[in-house]
């Protein structure tokens, strides 16, 4: 057998490679994860174990070191040629075929989330902050955001690559953390990744948010789909507090924090954000909190920022500083003096 032929009958044993020459590491769903390439305990590689994409690959985030099962036996057995590493992989693939039981196969992500946030560094002076301020968004030096210079993306064929990100924390009301949002970044240019997906969760993150303030010291709250559209609201109302839910389904799922009086939602324009607006407010009016839901004239606002500019768009933020005469349990904010009655219809900002 030459090298790719003993590296193929490699990943048809995946997890027993794994098993024998990373020893501290553990399965988790279809990876295994170990520390290093050396056989270190921890995290930070991932060896592909079953499809989608090709068992056997492998990759370590830390390092940016990558390759296949015979790279990696060369490695963990500080091999001194590929011809030394050749002959263990022969050795191994001569041992019979064993099963092993394993009581750590479920796949944590909620660890797998809290231990990429702990790689990632402040957004301050990074690519991440560039990327939104090239959307008009200066107010974004927060804690819940951070940026990775080289996170791992997987395509939807299964292929790996490298790319920086703008990463997220998604907390519970008790700021614990249960996920993260990636959005990976053009590496050449101030823009989203040319890729099929550049927008990925890990963790938990449905009813739960990106926050950015201090919600426990508010009474009155700003909540809206994504992170552009909360912090385009923010950097036009810097003293607003607010929460981005990531998702439509995600906000009508929110759940508003103890001792909150008002809650602001910024709703999408679009129908499944008009739903999601409006399964909240009901959830406010049980929960006995004042609602308004406010709508932009583009669709999201963000596209408002840009349009409009910050100080056009604060204008027309204004009313919201204060509690609208026209506001109600379950109504709108009136943001051009006439009384909007609670209904199924919505009015842009």
Same mark, same amino acid.
């Given at each position: 057998?030459?090298?790719?032929?003993?590296?193929?009958?490699?990943?048809?044993?995946?997890?027993?490679?794994?098993?024998?020459?990373?020893?501290?590491?553990?399965?988790?769903?279809?990876?295994?994860?170990?520390?290093?390439?050396?056989?270190?305990?921890?995290?930070?590689?991932?060896?592909?174990?079953?499809?989608?994409?090709?068992?056997?690959?492998?990759?370590?985030?830390?390092?940016?070191?990558?390759?296949?099962?015979?790279?990696? =036996?060369?490695?963990?057995?500080?091999? @001194?040629? !590929? %011809?030394?590493?050749?002959?263990?992989?022969? $050795? &191994?693939? *001569? +041992?019979?075929?064993?099963?092993?039981?394993?009581?750590?196969?479920?796949?944590?992500?909620?660890?797998?989330?809290?231990?990429?946030?702990?790689?990632?560094?402040? =957004?301050?002076?990074?690519?991440?902050? @560039?990327? !939104? %301020?090239?959307?008009?968004?200066?107010?974004? $030096? &927060?804690? *819940? +955001?951070?940026?990775?210079?080289?996170?791992?993306?997987?395509?939807?064929?299964?292929?790996?690559?490298?790319?920086?990100?703008?990463?997220?924390?998604?907390?519970?009301?008790?700021?614990?953390?249960?996920?993260?949002?990636?959005?990976?970044?053009?590496?050449?240019?101030?823009?989203?990744?040319?890729?099929?997906?550049?927008?990925?969760?890990?963790?938990?993150?449905?009813?739960?948010?990106?926050?950015?303030?201090?919600?426990?010291?508010?009474?009155?709250?700003?909540?809206?789909?994504?992170?552009?559209?909360?912090?385009?609201?923010?950097?036009?109302?810097?003293?607003?507090?607010?929460?981005?839910?990531?998702?439509?389904?995600?906000?009508?799922?929110?759940?508003?924090?103890?001792?909150?009086?008002?809650?602001?939602?910024?709703?999408?324009?679009?129908?499944?954000?008009?739903?999601?607006?409006?399964?909240?407010?009901?959830?406010?009016?049980?929960?006995?909190?004042?609602?308004?839901?406010?709508?932009?004239?583009?669709?999201?606002?963000?596209?408002?920022?840009?349009?409009?500019?910050?100080?056009?768009?604060?204008?027309?933020?204004?009313?919201?500083?204060?509690?609208?005469?026209?506001?109600?349990?379950?109504?709108?904010?009136?943001?051009?003096?006439?009384?909007?009655?609670?209904?199924?219809?919505?009015?842009?900002?």
């Amino acid at each position: 057998m030459n090298a790719a032929d003993t590296a193929a009958r490699l990943a048809e044993r995946a997890e027993a490679v794994c098993r024998k020459y990373l020893p501290n590491g553990r399965k988790q769903g279809r990876y295994w994860c170990a520390g290093d390439a050396r056989g270190a305990p921890g995290r930070s590689l991932f060896v592909r174990l079953a499809p989608p994409g090709t068992p056997g690959k492998w990759t370590d985030g830390a390092t940016a070191e990558h390759g296949d099962l015979l790279d990696l =036996i060369r490695i963990a057995t500080g091999a @001194a040629s !590929l %011809r030394d590493a050749l002959a263990e992989a022969r $050795r &191994f693939l *001569a +041992l019979p075929v064993t099963t092993a039981v394993s009581n750590d196969d479920v796949y944590d992500r909620t660890a797998a989330a809290r231990h990429l946030w702990d790689r990632c560094r402040p =957004i301050e002076n990074t690519h991440a902050q @560039a990327y !939104l %301020r090239a959307r008009a968004i200066h107010r974004c $030096r &927060f804690p *819940a +955001l951070r940026f990775h210079p080289s996170l791992a993306y997987r395509d939807d064929a299964g292929r790996w690559r490298r790319l920086p990100a703008l990463v997220a924390a998604v907390t519970a009301v008790d700021g614990e953390l249960q996920g993260v949002h990636r959005t990976w970044l053009d590496p050449n240019r101030p823009a989203k990744a040319r890729v099929e997906r550049p927008r990925k969760a890990l963790g938990r993150i449905h009813g739960l948010a990106v926050r950015f303030g201090e919600p426990d010291a508010a009474s009155t709250l700003l909540v809206g789909e994504g992170i552009e559209t909360v912090l385009s609201l923010v950097t036009a109302l810097p003293d607003t507090v607010a929460a981005a839910a990531l998702s439509a389904g995600s906000l009508g799922a929110f759940v508003p924090p103890p001792g909150l009086s008002r809650l602001l939602i910024a709703q999408d324009r679009d129908r499944q954000g008009e739903r999601a607006a409006l399964r909240l407010q009901m959830r406010c009016t049980r929960l006995g909190i004042g609602s308004a839901v406010i709508v932009p004239q583009g669709n999201d606002f963000n596209d408002d920022l840009v349009t409009l500019g910050r100080e056009r768009l604060a204008q027309r933020l204004a009313p919201l500083a204060i509690r609208p005469r026209t506001e109600t349990r379950c109504g709108f904010a009136d943001l051009q003096g006439t009384k909007i009655p609670p209904s199924n219809k919505r009015t842009p900002t």
